[in-house]
């Protein structure tokens, strides 16, 4: 058994620094974290064990330090957080930021807004609700129900695949062909460099492992593009989640791994394969999980 890894996997600089961000305003005094910080389960948990909070809702923030996630969010939801007294972090990634300020330029500009992602993702919601109108289309379906308008500017949520992007945006073209329709690229690096790593990847493969939370956008992105290219494509959020049955001897195997996966977790991941190819035998998972731990 063969392993590889992809040439782009894992954290982004934006989960590293609002991870970093965190951690270092959680040691001098309490911090409660607005959502989930990243959608990560282990990345969380190591946070709550250094005595970070969470909440869902901004009534349920009982600290002075309340920490905005890397999803960003609405100026009305900072300003509702701010009236309440309380000492606003954003850990918003600098790529969101962005994606807020070109589909603000396009609304101030007469554009109408048209967002590339899901609607009920908490980075789609930051960037929609401060809007007074707008439309989020993640399918032809979607496209097909858009009303005519003069002019339409479109963005996408970031963790979206560009090639999707692209042909939505070409689709709201061919239906409004009389209508100006202006894109901005919002989709970030990161996402599109591990996007097109996983291509490559799959493409060589027998079998591909997508390490991930099981509620990351992105890491779902990466399962779907490496099965257009790869039969065999399985999604663990841990070592744990490992199966001896997937492998057979002389498998080539991928790993790639989504924006908000930790080094560690993917080095248990890349352990316990490796011993496996080495013995080709079920070894205990157990002798993984203490490496590489989060300092």
Request: aromatic share 4%; net charge neutral.
């Amino acid at each position: 058994m063969k392993i590889l890894r992809a040439e782009h996997l894992g954290m982004c600089f934006g989960v590293r620094d609002a991870i970093a961000l965190a951690v270092a305003t959680a040691r001098p005094e309490p911090l409660t974290v607005l959502g989930d910080l990243v959608h990560n389960e282990t990345v969380l948990a190591e946070l709550r064990a250094r005595g970070i909070g969470f909440a869902t809702r901004t009534d349920q923030v009982v600290t002075r330090n309340v920490m905005v996630t890397a999803h960003g969010a609405s100026d009305r939801a900072l300003g509702q957080l701010r009236e309440r007294g309380l000492n606003v972090l954003e850990a918003t990634c600098p790529l969101v930021h962005v994606a807020h300020g070109a589909l603000a330029k396009l609304v101030a500009e007469g554009y109408y807004p048209v967002i590339v992602g899901k609607p009920d993702h908490v980075e789609v919601r930051g960037m929609t609700e401060d809007l007074a109108e707008y439309t989020v289309v993640l399918s032809t379906e979607d496209v097909m129900q858009l009303a005519g308008r003069p002019r339409f500017g479109v963005v996408a949520q970031t963790t979206q695949p560009i090639e999707r992007v692209r042909e939505l945006v070409q689709l709201v073209r061919k239906r409004f062909p009389e209508s100006a329709v202006r894109f901005v690229d919002t989709v970030c690096h990161p996402t599109k460099q591990r996007q097109h790593a996983a291509v490559e990847l799959a493409q060589r493969c027998d079998v591909v492992i997508v390490i991930g939370g099981a509620r990351s956008n992105n890491t779902h992105e990466l399962v779907a593009t490496s099965r257009r290219h790869c039969a065999r494509v399985h999604h663990v959020q841990t070592v744990a989640d490992l199966h001896g049955k997937w492998f057979a001897r002389g498998d080539t195997v991928g790993v790639t791994a989504g924006t908000s996966t930790p080094d560690s977790t993917i080095a248990q991941v890349e352990c316990w394969l490796n011993q496996f190819a080495s013995n080709f035998t079920h070894i205990p998972k157990e002798a993984c999980h203490e490496l590489h731990q989060m300092d």
